[in-house]
Every structure is written in C-alpha cells, then in structure tokens.
C-alpha cells in the first residue's frame, strides 16, 4: 500500500511543475525558475523526512543526523527533471542505527517520483572518499543543509573544506584531470552540432569547475565571494553570470520540453526555441543561427573563465620559479625569455598591456621560440585590451601581426588567444559577422 505521505508528495511534484513552466514560459529567468524548483523539491523531501520521524518514533536518532543536499541539488541549480543528490551523515557511534530511517527515507522519496541519489556515510568516510574520487569531492563541496543536526552537518563540512585546501594542488588537478575524459566523452562544443548544455565544453560543467577549483583554494564556492577573494577577474565573473543565466533557462526549456532530463541540444530544438524565444533574422543569418550564436558566445566566455581560473590555481614550486628567472635572458627592457615561459617585467606591464603592436610582437616572440606567456603578463593583457576600443591597427601592428602569421609553432594556441581578445577580428574584419556562426545546413559545421 502505497503511503500518504507519497501520494502527498506526488501531487506536489505535479502540480509544482506545472506552476513553475508557467512562470517559465512567462519569461521567468533561468535562476528564479531553479530555485523554484529546488523549493518544491525541499519541500517534498521535508515533509517525508518528517512524516518518516515522527510515524516511526525516531525523533531522538533525528537529532543526532544530518540530512544533506550536495550535488546540482545542493548548489540550489535544479532543472525541472534533474536527480536529487542527498547524503545522511550520523553522528560518531550512531552509524549502526540509522538504517530503519535510510530506508524508509529513500523508498519514499522514489516512490514519490524523484530520481535519487542516496548514501549513508560517516564524516571521515565521507571526507576520504572525496580526497579518491573527484565526482564525489565536487559533489560535496556543494553541500547544503536540509535536516537534523546542524551540528552534525558543520562538523562534517568544515572537516571537508579544511581538509580541501590542504589538498588543494592534488584535488585541482584531479577534477580538471576529470572534466577533460568528460568533454573527451561528450565533445567539444566548437564541433558539435548537438552540443550538450551541461556537459559539453564551455557549458554548465565548466561553470561549476570555477566553483570546486575555488573549493579546494579558498574553502568558498559563490562566485561573488570568489571575486572579492581575487580568484576570479570582476570582467569574467559578469560574463559568465550572463552564461549561466542563459544556460539554466535553456536546461530548463529542454527539461520542460520533453517532461524528463533532457540536456542535448538537438537541431529540431535549435529550430523550436529560437522561434519561441524571439530570434529574427539579421543580415542574412537566420533566427536560429542568431541563436546559436549567442550559444557559442556565452560558453567561450565560460569556456575563457574557466581556463583563467585552472591557470591561475596553477604555482611554480619556488625552485621552479628561480631556475626560470636565473635562466632567463633579456630580450628588450620589458620583456624577458625564460625557459618556459616569456614575460613584461612588472615595471613595464601596465603599458605594455594596452599597446596592440607590443601584445603582437610578444606573441610574435612566445611563437618563434615555442615559450608560453606567463599567466600574469597574459592576466594584465586580457583586463587592458578589454578596456582598449576597437580600431583599426596601426602599421606596426599590422608587422607584427603578419611576422607572427609567418610561423607555424604555436600558431593555432596564439590565433586562439587573439579571438579570446577580439583583436584577430581587426585584422580580418569578416571575423567579426563569423564569430560562432553556425551555418545552419548539413555542409557547414561551426566557425
């Protein structure tokens, strides 16, 4: 017999959803629509928590427990179908006890319709599992109270994110390690026409990377905070705080569009949502192509952010760091060749920074004797030509461009750079009406 309790909750999740699309389809944006659902989905697993306490006589065991959200579903970022990720975390000797409330918790919970991922685990093994495996780190570092002891749940916590920052390099690592076999697996979202808006390079995966990088560094996880911490650059958080927003309501849309989990982004789909959502056609593109468009812009930037924040979590050992000054040589008064890298000395940097031909004949120089520029003469280039308007090239920049074409090396990696700057499309001002188009045809792939 199938318990009120569920019953209870079923009409919950059905009639929730349906208010929710409704805002959703009334222009509600992509984070008020997952917080909605996040709510409604709080809500049901409360009231089975609750009714599983007191309809069981376990109202003491509850005090010495933690239920906790972690996952997408702690992060407060659920799509209308999205799994629901809790653990249950017992006190210390308490471990024994609890299973009478795991039990009848998870079987009412996917009774009632929610697709669950459960675990019981002590805090050290909780703790330990996360320092082995990097799907179970990120997840956790998304953790978020739901029930229980608010003590239980700290301890746990903290013993994580101090745990976390001891680990720092090693668990950095080991989830950038991991989000490479998964855009290996799914595709890179340059090349695909069926990108996949959660897992596909540049998509939401990559945004919740900054946040478990940021985990493992400064022990938060909020991008705001991880601003204001100097681990993410002002100009790139309000970039990808516009991705997200656009990715979450696109998730959304897919999710509400097929009444399941849904996150490939299909041709028909492109067609039926650049419809739905306004796109006309401009200068020859077509609306869907418009939209795509935008697609491709919002996850480069995230894509850029996200590469910023690996790069700049990334410290030379101090061995390392005076082996490559102790062997590097002058090239002019600003600018330095290391073994490894090429760099504008501090004194120099800020106006080196906004002078195009100098960037040029920097990147010129990294090209010819295959050296990477520093993260941090790269950081302070980024922030000024964000700030430099677009104009013509003058003609030494002009020289410098074409010597730096001259030369295959690091070509490919340098262009790239140039298109993250938006100067490769002063140059080749066609660039500019290309920049991620995709054709929308069987011969043409993205640009």
Not at 225 to 253: G, H, M, T, W
Not at 369 to 384: D, E, F, P
Request: aromatic content about 8%; proline content about 4%; hydrophobic content about 40%.
């Amino acid at each position: 017999m199938i318990e009120p309790v569920v019953l209870r909750a079923r009409q919950q999740l059905r009639e929730g959803r349906v208010k929710i699309r409704q805002r959703h389809d009334q222009g509600a944006n992509g984070y008020q629509v997952c917080t909605q659902v996040t709510d409604l989905f709080d809500r049901v697993v409360l009231d089975i928590w609750n009714d599983a306490i007191s309809s069981r006589g376990l109202v003491k065991l509850a005090s010495r427990v933690a239920l906790i959200a972690h996952g997408g579903y702690g992060r407060c970022d659920l799509a209308p179908f999205s799994d629901v990720d809790l653990m249950l975390v017992p006190a210390r000797g308490m471990a024994g006890e609890i299973q009478p409330l795991a039990s009848v918790l998870s079987r009412n919970i996917v009774d009632a319709g929610l697709q669950l991922g459960f675990s019981v685990r002590r805090p050290d093994e909780a703790c330990r599992l996360a320092w082995k495996d990097p799907v179970i780190y990120s997840s956790l570092t998304e953790s978020r109270f739901l029930a229980g002891s608010v003590q239980v749940y700290e301890s746990f916590f903290n013993s994580l994110r101090q745990g976390a920052r001891r680990r720092r390099n090693r668990l950095v690592e080991a989830v950038q390690e991991a989000r490479r076999e998964e855009r290996a697996k799914w595709g890179e979202t340059n090349y695909l026409l069926r990108p996949n808006v959660k897992r596909s390079r540049g998509g939401l995966r990559d945004l919740q990377l900054i946040r478990w990088i940021g985990f493992a560094r400064e022990g938060e996880t909020d991008l705001e905070r991880l601003v204001k911490l100097d681990s993410l650059p002002a100009e790139d958080y309000e970039r990808i705080r516009s991705a997200q927003e656009f990715l979450l309501r696109l998730r959304n849309e897919l999710h509400f569009a097929n009444g399941r989990s849904q996150d490939v982004l299909d041709r028909p789909t492109q067609m039926r949502i650049s419809e739905k959502w306004g796109y006309q056609p401009h200068e020859g593109r077509l609306p869907v192509e418009m939209f795509m468009q935008d697609y491709f812009e919002h996850t480069r930037n995230v894509r850029y952010a996200s590469a910023y924040v690996y790069a700049d979590s990334q410290s030379m050992s101090l061995w390392a760091r005076l082996y490559e000054t102790v062997m590097s040589r002058r090239i002019d008064q600003a600018i330095r060749l290391g073994p490894y890298h090429v760099w504008v000395v501090g004194r120099c940097l800020d106006q080196f920074a906004g002078d195009l031909a100098e960037v040029l004949r920097l990147m010129d120089l990294a090209n010819r004797h295959s050296r990477r520029i520093s993260h941090r003469t790269w950081q302070a280039i980024r922030a000024a030509m964000a700030q430099r308007p677009p104009g013509v090239p003058d003609d030494s920049a002009v020289r410098s461009f074409l010597s730096l074409m001259s030369r295959p090396g690091r070509l490919p990696e340098l262009l790239r750079q140039l298109h993250e700057l938006r100067v490769l499309e002063q140059f080749v001002p066609a660039m500019r009406r290309a920049r991620g188009l995709l054709q929308f045809n069987e011969y043409h792939k993205y640009t």
